[in-house]
């Protein structure tokens, strides 16, 4: 991903947020003083994530993640213990000077917007995904995603939304695993070390079309 190629569309990026911004504020004003202050840097994190966070390129979707869930991905990218290539060349910088109110706050806002699910992966190798996603893959000792990650892949408090992330994204979160990055302590590089790379494949595969 080049990022200057996207400095072109900020403009229009920052139009969007907003007015998004606008209708969260009177939304919110319901439910509790959210996000009535425009201060709160959500365009710079959607100009690389994309403008409404469903992905863009390397970036993956943020909308509908679990709101601890990225708190936790912002302190570890702030504190360089998620290390893989992509974390370290783009996130390290997003995540350096963020305040724990604020990174809360964007963890609060990202998860709330509607996901959508990237549809990338390889039709034909998805029921395959879904049987090792659903019953684990007892041979070799690998738990069932869904007991963890929840039976639509939704995730469950802290643990990560998986349906609908990008095909090429979660394949490479799967595969990193297993060359010495980390970002997670247990279970996922165990599990990960586990899968070979056909079943990564089909559960990348699965998990890009659930909604
Ligand atoms: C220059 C581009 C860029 C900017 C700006 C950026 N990100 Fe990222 N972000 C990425 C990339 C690329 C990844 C994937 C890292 C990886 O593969 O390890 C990522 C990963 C993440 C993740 C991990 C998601 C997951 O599912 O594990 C979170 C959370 C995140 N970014 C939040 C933010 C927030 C919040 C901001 C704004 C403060 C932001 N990002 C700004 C490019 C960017
Ligand atoms: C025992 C619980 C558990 C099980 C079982 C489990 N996971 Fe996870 N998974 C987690 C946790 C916890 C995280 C968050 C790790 C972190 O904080 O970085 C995670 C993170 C992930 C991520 C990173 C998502 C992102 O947005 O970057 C992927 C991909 C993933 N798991 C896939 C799987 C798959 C596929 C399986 C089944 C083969 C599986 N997990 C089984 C607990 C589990």
Redesign the pocket.
């Known amino acids: ?1 080049n ?1 200057l190629a996207l400095q072109a569309t900020r403009i229009g990026i920052m139009k969007l947020i907003k007015s998004k911004l606008a209708i969260l504020a009177i939304v919110s004003s319901a439910a509790g003083p959210l996000f009535a202050d425009e201060s709160l ?1 959500v365009r ?2 959607t ?3 994309g403008s409404s966070a469903q992905g863009f390129s ?3 979707r ?1 909308a509908g ?1 679990r709101e601890q ?2 708190e936790n ?2 302190l570890s ?1 702030s504190e360089h213990i ?1 290390d ?1 290539p ?2 370290r ?3 390290w ?3 350096a000077n ?1 305040s724990p109110q604020t ?1 809360h706050d ?2 609060t806002y ?1 998860s709330a917007l509607p996901p959508k699910a990237a549809y990338d992966g390889d039709r034909e190798l998805a029921a395959a995904g879904r049987t090792i996603y659903e019953q684990g893959i007892p041979e070799s000792n690998v738990a069932a995603c869904l007991v963890c990650h929840g039976p639509n892949a939704e995730g469950i408090r802290e643990i ?1 939304r998986l349906g609908g ?1 990008a095909y090429s ?1 979660l394949k ?2 799967l595969e990193q695993w297993d060359e010495g990055f980390h ?1 997670a302590a247990a279970p996922m590089p165990q599990i990960a070390r586990t899968l070979s790379p056909d079943e990564i494949d089909a559960l990348a595969s699965y998990l890009s079309f659930i909604e």
Request: with cysteine.
């Open positions: 991903m990022p840097p710079n994190c100009w690389c994530h390397t970036a993956p943020l993640q869930y990225i991905q912002l990218f998620r893989n992509y974390s060349q783009y996130m910088g997003a995540a963020l990174a964007l963890a990202f990560p992330l994204y490479s979160r970002a």
